[in-house]
């Protein structure tokens, strides 16, 4: 099942003109990887705060080949990014990641998970609320086995509750073109100078070992 939604990801993804971003400045043309580059690689869906954050932290990870922002979690079909930031279509903002299973493990993809969030609180610092809450979502035994047995393994080191939910796999919904790759093309937006570009740093400073 991981890779269904290969097939029907890559075109929307293969070439795109992005739209004008919110600091007012063209943007240049993105170019998705290839169905070609893309070949063997398995899925994992994440959700932990605002996804442009969520998907730079990925996309610096070893094995990983590509990042695709989106929703998942709830139960409204094709949800807008103004649907889901208004609460009404229960669904997170989430990223789906691409992933070489010969050099990097799912169970290493949660660890990047919970090792770059507070999981005790229900969305991000400066993001909260359902659209921005924490899930791993699983689409088999082995995945779920997993996720449970690294919340428990977490859990020791907060003094509060983890709040993630892990939660079985349904449907996963691209977002809007001008969201892919937002942090690597908008390094001067606010929100990404203040927010995502130090998050991705704190990331890159706990696990070098990881990164790229």
Known sequence: ????????????????????????????TYQAPTEEELAGTEIAY???????????????????KEVVSGYSGGTKANPTY???????????????????????????????????QD?????QNPDFGEPYRSIIFFENENEKAVAEA???????????????????????WPAEE????????????PYVRSVSIPRLNRFKKKFPELLK
């Not at 029907?8 to 240049?28: A, M």
């Open 82 to 116: 103004e649907e889901v930031g208004r609460k009404t279509t229960g669904h997170a903002e989430t990223v789906a990641v691409y992933y070489d299973p010969e050099v990097v493990s799912f169970e290493t993809l949660v660890k990047v998970f919970y090792g770059s």
């Open 1 to 28: 099942m991981k890779n269904l939604l290969l097939s029907s990801l890559i075109p929307l993804f293969l070439f795109f003109q992005v739209q004008e971003c919110e600091n007012g400045n063209q943007q240049n």
């Open 119 to 123: 999981a005790t609180t229900y969305g």
């Open 178 to 189: 001008y969201h892919q790759d937002y942090e690597k093309r908008n390094p001067n937006q």
């Open 150 to 172: 690294a919340k428990v393994a977490e859990a020791k080191n907060y003094s509060k509750p983890i709040v993630t939910e892990i939660k079985r796999f349904e449907k996963f």
């Open 46 to 64: 994440f959700a932990s705060g605002c996804f442009w954050c969520v998907e730079a932290i990925y996309e610096s990870v070893k094995g990983v």
